[in-house]
């Protein structure tokens, strides 16, 4: 898999390899479309092998309405993308959508979630996302094995989560599958553009395509431009323990705890400004230790066999940005980072849309121009 | 599977049980070489398959004798030192959460 | 020698921390206390000595014959270290280095169940070696072992294999532990040697340096007594163990002809390698070393890493043996003593000289050694699909080259990303060469160019209960709780 063809054309390149162009890429090609990738190599900032693997509906969408529904349309829509990618490769995912709880470990927190909730929904009418606030007691009912120390939790039903590991396995092997050409080590210096279509430069060669869908995380701040996009991306650090294989007594993924389907216990999720530096620091897991011992005594005797950080890929209002460029038509970046939640959208609804020509009516809010609105006087 | 040579130093004889079976070794053997004293070659079965699995490295790295002693789980056998009246039981797949 | 023995009794500071108390990590401490400075001697084996000089104050072997006058050396570094006041803790487990805001390092350790954190103005890691991974059909078998594994349990506990035994492999230690074996009683039914009979032709040009070295008096005389009482059959080419739930027997294939030998114990040894981990969670570069043939801590004529003020001694940083490994623990010692201010830079040059003569003449014919018992092709990167490569996730040799293949990955993370190996609680110390391997062989790279895993800590397992009950800083807690 070195072969790295100088010059060659395709329909249309995707920048990036991870769950977010791995996605892509899927979308575009069972849309009947030739598809490239364009990736880098085995050591890349990588989101899509930290990630918490939550599909979560609960919390998301405080300041934009329309990022609150696009993330409950995608929790509906995962059903179907764990279908078509078992169908296409034989990977079982492992998605499910038990409902998902946010527990707290002081009045404070559950106080600032319950206000957080009603704010979310006096948005607008989100009388159909269901959510509870619940005190220890009930929260004890539902998930027997907390602590004394959890005051309360919300809960939706709408949450649930995937092993996200197996999911971005399971979209470059249906990718593979569906033809897509996967080019690893390729990062791509340049891109410009003319009647044709566009032309992507690299130390790798160069490759001509229609269309180009930049789904390079942190990469596309440097790249968006190249093409008149806009993506002001920034790293947001985020560390995660993983524990030995333990019986399965986790339901029901939570914000910062969930048991894998392997067994493994994930603790999150922290998160830091700390640039592009991805050192794992002792003391994150000590407090991220410390609170998930509260939250679930039981824990306390495994033991960590696995910590890792990673770089979130924040925009600067933490929302998605979908967005194809006016003056180099054909151009479109997606950046986001709940890749793994979206990951339903982007393979059905969002690839299938820019086979179609263009991003619908109903992704302009997340435009990058909404980083450019001046200000009221 | 494992004997002890002739001529080697004696050494006090420690009670421990594992399974629920009473067994002796000596004082300074580590849990790993005290069963393979025993004629135990299976300590665990995997969390993945199942398979049996035994000591192999000795030395702290390869995890594969992994024991629960006294009622904690996945413990790495080799290094452990036995002790007078050590519970060990075979670890059986994935650990549970509150012990083996 | 002041010996832990439980956490509270460790400082909160040392000049000096070592892990490891083998032949490198001894050295290292008892030059650094005699020097006057405070040194920590962090090991998590209950005994000191390393793996070659394992359990050398407690042995319940008693005839200095069995394990030959080499391992015996082992006691004078232990007796060195006594009369200092080198703090010794041993079942201590180091599970993190990094920096710390002081200019020096905070390790985190754990000894009986419970974790501190404690700070060091020099890291000297002498963490010693490992077997290298030695992949062939039914190596998860209850009965195989590494001979090493075999070494340890006759030294630590005077315990010998009970059964047929069969000894697989290549390498000095291979006939080292044959003869070994043999002299405690063992029955030896076969000794299977793997060398390719080609590397003569690699290692013949590094001839003329292994016969001024001192490996080779003792070289031929080992492999002079296992060959004259041992079953030898060599040019073996494969290699599988045989049974359903426990080893029954192994299938040996030479000259293209197979045949199955029964037995009860297998094991398999083809060199060793450098024990990275601990190396590489704390960042320091590492590079593919083409003659042994293994990934290996980057280190300069100091032994310091590319991070200052951690030194790597030892086979930690590139296999030389015991009494190199002393040697360069010796000098490890100094240049820390010199980064602390103990010494100038000329005293430190004037200390070690007589120490870096006997360095190079004690890797004298190693590179002969290396050349001649480098592993053959298809004992690194195991042909059989259905050969499990990370015993742990049990993924096996057909999942890594068919996912490099099918599905373009080129490297190891993004391949412990797919399938898990190297996920699992010995942190790939158990796969990660022969993954590294088969992705090069299927890409046709070199394994330099394949990379290796990026390790994290806590190197080795640590309970939550532990990490939770470490002091916590408010820039941690707002960073999580929010």
Redesign the interface.
């Known amino acids: 898999m070195t072969v790295q063809n100088g010059n060659s054309e395709t329909d249309i390149v995707v920048v990036g390899g991870g769950v977010v162009g791995g996605a892509m890429a899927l979308g575009l090609a069972r849309g009947g479309a030739r598809v490239t990738v364009l990736d880098e190599g085995d050591v890349a900032f990588r989101a899509s092998r930290g990630n918490f693997a939550l599909v979560w509906v609960q919390s998301k969408g405080l300041g934009m309405p329309d990022y609150a529904m696009w993330s409950r349309r995608s929790a509906e829509q995962w059903h179907a993308l764990a279908r078509v990618l078992h169908e296409d490769t034989g990977i079982d995912v492992a998605h499910s959508q038990p409902g998902g709880f946010m527990l707290c470990l002081s009045e404070a927190e559950l106080e600032q979630r319950r206000q957080t909730m009603q704010r979310l929904h006096n948005q607008m009418s989100l009388s159909d996302f269901p959510y509870e606030i619940l005190d220890h007691d009930e929260t004890k009912r539902r998930l027997p094995d907390i602590g004394k120390d959890v005051v309360g939790s919300v809960y939706s039903p709408l949450d649930g989560h995937v092993n996200s590991l197996k999911l971005f396995r399971a979209l470059r092997d249906a990718s593979a599958r569906r033809g897509v050409d996967y080019r690893p080590n390729c990062t791509v210096d340049s891109i410009t553009s003319d009647a044709g279509g566009f032309r992507l430069k690299g130390a790798f060669g160069e490759i001509a395509a229609g269309k180009v869908v930049l789904a390079a995380g942190l990469g596309n701040a440097r790249l968006a431009p190249m093409v008149g996009l806009d993506a002001p991306v920034k790293p947001s650090k985020g560390q995660i323990i993983v524990t030995e294989k333990t019986d399965a007594f986790l339901h029901n993924p939570m914000v910062t705890i969930r048991q894998t389907d392997e067994g493994g216990i994930m603790i999150g999720d922290s998160q830091e400004d700390r640039g592009f530096d991805t050192v794992v620091g002792q003391p994150i897991l000590s407090v991220m230790a410390e609170r998930a011992v509260r939250m679930f005594p039981r824990l306390a005797g495994l033991n960590v066999v696995r910590s890792w950080s990673a770089l979130r890929v924040m925009s600067p209002d933490g929302f998605p940005i979908y967005d194809q460029s006016l003056s180099h038509p054909g151009a479109f970046v997606v950046t986001c980072h709940s890749g793994v939640t979206l990951a339903a959208n982007h393979v059905l609804t969002l690839a299938p849309a820019i086979l179609a020509g263009g991003l619908p009516d109903t992704l302009d809010a997340f435009s990058a121009r909404r980083f450019h609105v001046p200000a009221h006087a | 599977?494992?004997?002890?040579?002739?001529?080697?130093?004696p050494?006090e004889a420690l009670g421990f049980t594992f399974d629920g079976r009473a067994l002796t070794a000596?004082a300074?053997?580590?849990v790993a070489?005290a069963l393979?004293?025993n004629?135990i070659?299976?300590c665990r079965q995997?969390?993945?398959?199942g398979?049996?699995?035994?000591?192999?490295?000795?030395?702290?790295?390869?995890?594969?004798c992994?024991v629960v002693i006294d009622g904690?789980?996945?413990r790495q056998g080799?290094?452990v030192?036995l002790r007078e009246g050590m519970r060990i039981e075979t670890q059986a797949g994935?650990?549970?959460?509150?012990?083996g | 020698m002041i010996t832990i023995e439980t956490i509270g009794q460790v400082a909160e500071h040392y000049d000096i921390a070592v892990v490891g108390a083998g032949p490198a990590g001894l050295a290292a401490a008892s030059r650094a206390a005699e020097l006057g400075l405070s040194v920590l001697l962090a090991d998590e084996n209950p005994a000191p000595g390393g793996q070659i000089y394992r359990a050398i104050t407690t042995t319940p072997v008693t005839k200095r014959a069995v394990l030959g006058e080499d391992y015996w050396k082992g006691g004078a570094l232990v007796d060195r270290l006594r009369p200092t006041n080198a703090a010794y803790a041993p079942g201590c487990t180091v599970w993190s280095v990094a920096p710390d805001e002081a200019g020096g390092f905070e390790l985190g350790l754990s000894l009986g169940g419970q974790a501190r954190l404690i700070a060091a103005g020099q890291v000297i890691l002498a963490t010693g070696a490992q077997e290298r991974p030695f992949p062939i059909p039914g190596w998860t078998l209850p009965g195989v072992m590494t001979a090493g594994a075999a070494q340890i349990a006759l030294k630590a506990s005077g315990l010998v294999p009970s059964g047929r035994t069969v000894i697989a492999g290549c390498g000095p230690l291979l006939y080292l532990l044959a003869g070994q074996l043999a002299a405690a009683g063992a029955n030896i039914v076969a000794v299977l040697d793997t060398t390719p009979r080609r590397n003569w032709l690699a290692a013949i040009a590094a001839f003329p340096g292994f016969l001024r070295s001192p490996y080779l008096a003792k070289g031929l005389k080992l492999m002079a007594a296992a060959r004259g009482r041992l079953p030898f059959k060599t040019g073996v080419t494969a290699l599988a163990a045989g049974g359903s739930d426990k080893l029954t027997g192994v299938t040996v294939t030479r000259g293209g002809a197979s045949e199955t030998i029964p037995c009860d114990a297998l094991l398999l040894h083809q060199g060793v390698i450098p024990g990275i981990n601990l190396a590489n969670a704390a960042g320091c570069a590492q590079h593919f070393d083409t003659v042994q043939h293994c990934w290996t801590p980057t280190v300069d004529d100091w032994f310091a890493s590319s991070i200052p003020g951690i030194a790597i001694a030892g086979d930690g940083a590139g296999i030389g043996g015991a009494e190199s490994a002393a040697l360069r623990g010796e000098i490890a010692a100094l240049d820390a003593a010199r980064r602390l201010g103990r010494l100038s830079e000329a005293e430190r040059n004037e200390k070690a000289a007589p120490t870096q003569a006997e360095l190079a003449r004690s890797l004298r014919g190693r590179r002969f050694l290396d050349l001649l018992y480098r592993p053959a092709p298809q004992f690194l990167a195991p042909p059989a699909d259905e050969t499990i490569v990370c015993r742990c996730e049990e993924v096996t040799a057909g999942q890594i080259r068919d996912t490099a293949r099918r599905l373009g990955v080129t490297g190891p993370n993004q391949m412990k990303a797919f399938l898990r190996c190297g996920m699992g609680p010995c942190q790939g110390r158990l796969c990660g060469p022969t993954v590294v391997e088969l992705i090069a062989q299927e890409r046709g790279v070199s394994a330099e160019e394949t990379g290796y895993y990026r390790l994290r800590p806590p190197v080795k397992p640590v309970t939550l209960a532990e990490l939770a009950a470490l002091p916590p800083t408010d820039a941690a807690i707002k960073a999580v709780v929010r």
């Open positions: 599977m494992f004997r002890l040579m002739h001529e080697a130093k050494a000596r300074g053997d580590t070489a393979l004293a004629g070659q299976a995997t969390p993945v398959s398979a049996d699995r035994g000591p192999y490295c000795m030395m702290g790295v390869c995890f594969e992994l904690v789980g996945n080799c290094l030192p994935r650990r549970h959460p509150d012990g």
